[in-house]
């Protein structure tokens, strides 16, 4: 069974860092490129980040994040990270890992449960 | 960056009604168009990808369509589950950008 797993979340004050991470199992996860997609509650979704199934792939950001977030993997922990420097109150989001469905075509199938990040003092 | 707009942002609808959803991209995105489902409390669940192509377990009731900046998801009869909120997805070419749109609110009646 594919599963997702998003861990890391909580208050963090303005300015602050918070590093998430996202634990898969059920999958060859090297096979699959992997975003971060974050929704406001109540609110639509957002794309934040982009990595390819290599370690070292290719990585892109939303403008919104570029240059404060760092998307990366261990493929060899199953694993999935984001690193959110210097966090605003608008960065305050459920924040969820999901699964390309097929190669880098948009479509993600599966989702993890996410994991709610407030920025506030 | 490419905006996506869908359209309407809400809809009401009886069962059993036929649903026409809108999303139209600021430029060409070729096929490179998903659709996603979302309730409340819950991550949303991949409908189409690549525009027209039914993810695993997706009934036939839900179709995709269009290429370039015109797409539509078709329910073609409105289940009691189908009442959520819908969102079109599109990625961009190198450097991958992959945005929503703002999501159309399917009602009840």
């Known amino acids: 069974e594919v599963q997702l797993v998003e861990s890391g979340g909580g208050l963090v004050q303005p300015g602050g860092s918070l590093r998430l991470s996202c634990a898969a199992s059920?999958?060859?996860?090297?096979?699959?490129?992997m975003n971060w997609v974050r929704q406001v509650p109540g609110k639509g979704l957002e794309w934040v980040s982009y990595i390819s199934g290599r370690s070292s792939g290719d990585i892109n950001y939303a403008n919104s994040v570029k240059g404060r977030f760092t998307i990366s993997r261990d493929n060899a922990k199953n694993s999935l990270y984001l690193q959110m420097n210097s966090l605003r109150a608008e960065d305050t989001a459920v924040y969820y890992c999901?699964?390309?469905?097929?190669?880098?075509?948009?479509?993600?199938?599966?989702w993890g449960q996410g994991t709610l990040v407030t920025v506030s003092s | 960056e490419i905006v996506l707009t869908q359209s309407p942002a809400t809809m009401s609808l009886s069962p059993g009604e036929r649903a026409t959803l809108s999303c139209r991209a600021s430029?060409?995105?070729?096929?490179?168009l998903a659709w996603y489902q979302q309730k409340p409390g819950q991550a949303p669940r991949l409908l189409i990808y690549?525009?027209?192509n039914r993810a695993t377990g997706i009934p036939a009731r839900f179709s995709g369509s269009g290429s370039g900046t015109d797409f539509t998801l078709t329910i073609s009869s409105l289940e009691p589950e189908d009442f959520a909120v819908y969102y079109c997805?599109?990625?961009?070419?190198?450097?991958?950008?992959?945005?929503f749109g703002q999501g159309t609110k399917v009602e009840i009646k």
């Open positions: 430029q060409s995105v070729s096929s490179y």
């Open positions: 999901a699964r390309n469905y097929y190669y880098d075509t948009p479509g993600s199938d599966y």
């Open positions: 059920g999958f060859t996860f090297s096979r699959y490129s």
């Open positions: 690549d525009a027209s």
């Open positions: 997805q599109q990625r961009s070419n190198w450097p991958y950008m992959y945005t």
